[in-house]
Every structure is written in C-alpha cells, then in structure tokens.
C-alpha cells in the first residue's frame, strides 16, 4: 500500500502527557499536511510543509504543539503537557505540487487521540 | 459568517433516488474546489476536484458558480453504499503564494436505505 500512513492509529493518554504522532507521506509528495478533527466537524487545518520547510501554522497550533519534517519525509507532531480539549482525530495528507494549480490531497487513516 | 457552509442533514433517502447537496463559500479569492467523502470513523477521500466548467463522473455531477460563491454535488441512482459524510472543500492562493491548506465544510450525512 503506498498511501499516507500514520502511526499509532489510537492513543490513550493522560492529561499532562506528552504524544508524538507520526505520518510517511505518499513518497513523492512534496507538501505534508496536518488536521485535526472532532466529532460532527470537518477537518481543521494545523500546518503544513514544503519538503522540510514548514510553511505556515493555524492559530489552533498553540504552543504545546510541535511539528517537524527533518528530511522531507516522514513527519512528527507532539503535543506536549496534553489537555482533554486535545482529544481528536489528528489527520495527515500529503500532495503533490509542482507549480500553481490544483492539487490534491490525499489522507492518511489518522490518530485517534484520548486525553483522559 | 463561517468560511465554508454546508446543510448537515441528514439526508435520509431510498435506493435510486437523485439528491443534492449544495456548499457556499465566503472567501471569493478561492481558486480550488473539491468534495470529500468520509465515511464513520475513517479519513476523508476525494470524490472528485470541481472544476468551473463543471464536471461529471459516473453518478456524480459537480457544479461551481462562481459569481454566487456556490458549489453543488449531484448523485444520481443512489446505492447503500453512498451512505457516508460529503465533505465541501475550498482553497484559495494567498497573494504570491501557492496552494496550501484546505478549508472544510462541517459535512452532510447521507443515508441512502434499501
């Protein structure tokens, strides 16, 4: 299968904790993205890179969280000193982008996180 | 006035049955248009990218009307496995940028019975 992968698919933790997610983009993407979902809400974007470069941050990202993509590959994101309010489903797409256009993105399978 | 608007629903019909789903989109610098298809406790998945000359493919039907900042998705001939969440999407290019990330519609629930 050479999709978007994420590691682990559930995490159960507790409150104060810190978590590291992990994503393997599809291999020839450039661009890596993360989200975060919760119940009866779409996707909420958090950041995302241009090979190791990241590129922009949402407001939601606060301080706790961190991400990285040191070789343009794989990514990691680690929330730090977890809160219940941090309990979603934290997505991963990658796409491909080789100049202005419309590209797509394609999702990975996602780690459920519970903050108890 | 959020971003992207969708009605949730549900919308509840039976097999063989034509439905429509309808988007608005606030931002009118967006340039990227998309549906998304999550089923229950899954990722989302692209349908299909919306176009501004519209676009079909098989059973699905996708329009974008531009001036009224509206994106629509027409199934035709339902089957029970359309039964899932439909996902407007929209992105727009920041001045001097490139695509980033993607703008989510909260979803509409489809429950097509048998």
């Known amino acids: 299968d050479t999709g978007v992968s994420q590691n682990p698919r559930h995490k159960i933790t507790k409150r104060g904790q810190n978590v590291t997610f992990r994503c393997d983009p599809i291999s020839e993407h450039n661009r890596l993205y993360w989200y975060r979902q919760t119940l009866g809400q779409g996707p909420e974007f958090l950041t995302y890179?241009?090979?190791?470069?990241?590129?922009?941050k949402s407001r939601l990202l606060s301080d706790r969280f961190s991400a990285e993509r040191p070789k343009g590959s794989f990514s990691t994101l680690e929330i730090q000193r977890t809160e219940q309010g941090d309990s979603a489903m934290y997505l991963c797409?990658?796409?491909?982008?080789f100049g202005p256009g419309n590209y797509e993105q394609y999702f990975g399978p996602g780690t459920r996180l519970t903050v108890t | 006035r959020k971003e992207v608007e969708q009605d949730p629903g549900p919308f509840n019909v039976p097999e063989g049955a034509t439905v429509a789903f309808n988007c608005t989109y606030s931002n009118s610098a967006s340039q990227s248009f998309f549906w998304y298809r999550q089923d229950c406790r899954k990722e989302p998945k692209l349908l299909m990218s919306v176009y501004s000359s519209g676009n079909e493919d098989g059973r699905f039907t996708a329009q974008l009307n531009r001036a009224s900042q509206y994106i629509s998705l027409l199934i035709r001939d339902s089957k029970l496995s359309d039964s899932a969440t439909y996902l407007c999407?929209?992105?727009?290019?920041?001045?001097?940028?490139?695509?980033?990330?993607?703008?989510f519609g909260k979803g509409t629930k489809l429950s097509v019975k048998p």
């Open positions: 797409a990658s796409s491909l982008e």
């Open positions: 999407v929209v992105n727009f290019l920041p001045p001097g940028g490139s695509q980033g990330n993607l703008i």
């Open positions: 890179f241009q090979n190791e470069a990241q590129l922009e």
